[in-house]
């Protein structure tokens, strides 16, 4: 299953809008090529409703989220609506300010997004109205483990129910969860959080994954999960003892550019709950 | 000839102003500095005359195009023909939407460019109105084949003419052209186009090539194609099998560090006609 | 003594807020990440203030200057003076436009800086209003060596005095003082100036040292100029002959990464005057 679900992201090539940060923008450009799909960044106001419709899917990412780009958001994720194409957001920090909070509010409010991806503090910040949110990274009382991962799942099924959309939550322990089903995902490795936007990039890899696998959005959802994380496990891998984050950082997209569907299968560390 | 013109930008060391996108810019900075050029990027409207003063070059990208800019081009565009310095436009895109469509339409207007770059599509665009751009990379039904190459060759000659830029179209075999002559350059890789921003960092390296080599531009610009042509194929030539397009990525941009003037000559795949 | 203030880092993981260019933003979020701690960019007016107030640092860099984010950088300058944080400028460029002179005369008046940190034409622009500078690079004539140390070491401990900031001024040899102390440091390598933004890596990693290190700022901002420049040393030591710039870059930040404090101890090359 999830040897077809990558093997039709490299048969579809979907072209992916962003409208995202300046800071991990190359990175999640050159992880869309690697998995097959196609990147294209455009947000002003004055073209996004165009530029989404001739892609296939869209990525709203608030990493560093300014006062311009919000209304492009909003044009893009509706006209991305009508077009019934796969939108999913990254919330990146939200819960450290206000100006993110309400921003990600309206959105949520405008468009109706197919999954939402962040970490625990971000969830709970959509969720709960939490503040415990430190920067863009998780809390660290946030840690999803064995202990209180069944609290987190429900939170995120409940968020999904609420929000109608697949819930993404990634850290030591992923999951990828609908109101009813999640995948609890244990593929990745610590160093990962030791590079700048992996989570970025995982987000419009969903969102490629999710355009071209429309019938099961939760699998095509969970695929991606795995095949980052795993890619995170093999770089880390091949990765020599003088070697460090940067080096890492290639690497992973290396791995995504090379994974194979098998590997991908055998390698997979998941159960549903 | 092709040695010559290398090492001419090692020793005149061009400073080049890039109004440019911020998905590719760091890799554009990077392989300035890889060729013997030094980047500069700047695009408020309150110093862009200033700044491209201080330069000997000037590159347009649209990548990102954003209502801020469009002024500061323009601005930094007319200075820089005053200054009869080299400005090169790449327009990303161009014919996806109206606002970059309608931008370059001004652009073109407003700036007499020394040269133009795109892919097939994004010349087409330009130069009939053709409206099959379907993202930042050339339609598929657009590539350039033995069958086809006159045709876009006459077209390129044509809008060169019209233009009076010498017009640079790239894909699987790249063409180099004014209104009289063209080469038709061989060199290149199929993976360079895994790799984002392969396009943009051509751009500013012909605003350093022409900057450097200002008496016979077309031999600058084919001279860049080359080099980056080359540079695509022996750095794929050093790719291991689990290396992927980041780690391509950085090969390219290492290879025309290392570029040797020689192997340039040797190697170089390309006819005029 | 340096290694100890390593250590800190590395134990404090201290969060540092970037207003900064979209060229190198990338490479300064990896560098944080590398040397132990977390980065966090966001330049908008609504927002500034919040993140900077749950942030322990502020790096300040104008590598990209635009009228939007002047204001931004005010406010979250003066939070962070309330706050007590650290707040260092990198005035890339300066000198190079009115705009840029204007903006950071203004960000002196209205930010009391830890420290400053930039080339010696960005120096001289500063404290003696020369406009040598030619670019985000300092200019040849301005290039550091045996015979005008000690001119360069007068005038940034004079501009210390002045600004009342630790000034850092790298090139071939590197200054780090306050009006009465200054450290010379021999550490570096000559093919760092063929990486684009080892400056602004640099300048963001030199906050997360003064955050981390409070006790002692002039140690902190030497320790993290050396171990940046000792990071060259080993990465360009690391470099086969057919990798170049790009690959550099990204072996000098898994230097950071790897850096053992020892080694750090052992290999720094600085005397105190």
Avoid: W
């Amino acid at each position: 299953m999830l040897k077809k679900t990558l093997k039709k992201v490299k048969e579809v090539c979907p072209l992916i809008h962003n409208i995202t940060n300046y800071v991990t923008v190359n990175d999640c450009a050159n992880i869309l090529l690697a998995c097959g799909a196609s990147p294209i960044m455009a947000d002003d106001i004055a073209e996004v409703e165009e530029i989404t419709s001739i892609c296939g899917g869209l990525t709203i990412n608030i990493g560093t989220l300014n006062e311009r780009t919000i209304e492009s958001m909003i044009l893009a994720g509706r006209k991305s609506n009508l077009l019934n194409h796969s939108v999913v957001l990254d919330p990146v920090g939200v819960g450290a300010s206000k100006f993110r909070t309400n921003t990600v509010e309206k959105l949520l409010k405008e468009i109706q997004f197919t999954a939402i991806h962040g970490n625990v503090s971000e969830l709970k910040a959509l969720a709960i109205g939490s503040s415990s949110t430190t920067g863009v990274d998780a809390n660290i009382n946030d840690k999803i483990t064995q202990s209180n991962i069944q609290e987190v799942v429900q939170l995120a099924k409940n968020f999904s129910k609420e929000s109608q959309a697949i819930i993404i939550v990634t850290g030591a322990i992923d999951i990828v969860c609908d109101a009813n089903q999640a995948y609890i995902i244990k593929n990745g490795h610590p160093m990962m959080s030791k590079v700048s936007g992996t989570g970025c990039m995982l987000s419009t890899m969903i969102t490629a994954y999710l355009t071209a696998n429309p019938d099961d959005k939760l699998l095509a959802s969970a695929t991606a999960v795995i095949l980052m994380g795993l890619a995170g496990e093999l770089a880390f891998n091949r990765l020599s003892e003088y070697e460090g984050n940067l080096t890492y950082r290639d690497l992973i997209i290396d791995e995504i550019y090379n994974m194979d569907g098998n590997i991908l299968e055998q390698k997979a560390k998941y159960k549903i709950c």
